[in-house]
């Protein structure tokens, strides 16, 4: 009784709610003896090899990858609603269960957390709220001496909100008009060397006028990509780029992926309260207007 009435806590704690999760946490709630209060777990690593080697248990596997496409001659746009929201669907999102979103981790350049910021943020967007990123991913899993498994999970089709939250995100003219006014702030998630321009992906080089440089991986664990810093630890390094909880804050990144996980932090797990993403993103604002929209080069990461 005592086991049971623990879970019931547990899941009251986590729900209506967007944030972090422990591994030992999440265990505790996929081990509900009643399996319509398990929640539903998305491993959404872009290699499906890696799911077939092992993942969390009764996790169904959802690429991140599968939500983008080409649009209007830019690569790895965010899907129409009709698409996106089929795909949604199809991996049991549903507007009354939680959802444990996961990928893996270890050190740079292993970027997996990126999968899973994004696709919470598209959740969010299409009006899930009940959401846990497990702190650590399939490694921290690991490291708490929990097993991965082989067997295939597939959810049954979710039911999503009537209404989402599409006023998360921001388009390439709200970005314009929000760079360089007092009390906003445009954050470039990117790695320091590309938001310089010292690159070889990129159609043009550099950055968005008024953007600050803040590598997303100085969030995380050295070690493991998918392990989130010390609430204490987070804040330090925020504080010294100048990026604090008065701002209104925008950010953005190469294809969102870089942004999606800024946007996750400041918003669900540190609490600002004015945080969104521009979608686009640089993929994006390097080829508008006829590629003649202003871009900036050089400058050093904030706070270092």
């Not at 690991?142 to 995100?169: C, H, M, Q, T």
């Not at 701002?247 to 996750?264: H, N």
């Amino acid at each position: 009784m005592k086991h049971i009435l623990a879970l019931a806590l547990l899941a009251t704690a986590v729900h209506a709610d967007i944030g972090l999760i422990s591994p030992a946490d999440a265990k505790k709630l996929l081990d509900h003896p009643d399996p319509a209060q398990r929640p539903i777990v998305l491993d959404t690593r872009g290699g499906y090899k890696d799911y077939f080697r092992g993942h969390l248990p009764q996790a169904h596997h959802i690429n991140f990858d599968t939500l983008r496409g080409t649009d209007q001659a830019v690569p790895v746009q965010y899907l129409p609603d009709s698409i996106t929201k089929a795909l949604l669907k199809r991996a049991g999102a549903d507007k009354d269960r939680l959802h444990l979103v996961y990928a893996t981790g270890a050190a740079l350049p292993n970027d997996e957390i990126l999968s899973t910021s994004m696709v919470v943020y598209v959740l969010e967007k299409y009006g899930i709220q009940n959401i846990r990123v497990v702190d650590g991913g399939l490694a921290g899993w690991v490291k708490a001496g929990l097993k991965p498994v082989r067997e295939y999970f597939g959810n049954p089709p979710g039911s999503l909100p009537w209404r989402g939250d599409k006023g998360i995100g921001v388009d390439v003219k709200t970005v314009s008009a929000h760079a360089g006014k007092p009390g906003n702030l445009l954050v470039d998630a990117r790695p320091l060397n590309e938001y310089q321009g010292n690159d070889d992906v990129w159609l043009r080089k550099g950055h968005i006028p008024g953007a600050i440089s803040f590598h997303w991986a100085r969030l995380m664990d050295g070690g493991n990509t998918h392990q989130f810093k010390s609430t204490a630890q987070m804040k330090r390094e925020l504080q010294s780029a100048g990026i604090t909880p008065d701002k209104d804050i925008i950010c953005y990144c190469g294809t969102s992926r870089e942004g999606s996980l800024l946007y996750f932090t400041l918003k669900h797990v540190l609490g600002y309260p004015k945080v969104r993403l521009y979608e686009g993103s640089w993929k994006e604002y390097v080829w508008l207007e006829g590629q003649s929209l202003p871009a900036e080069r050089g400058g050093k990461a904030a706070g270092k």
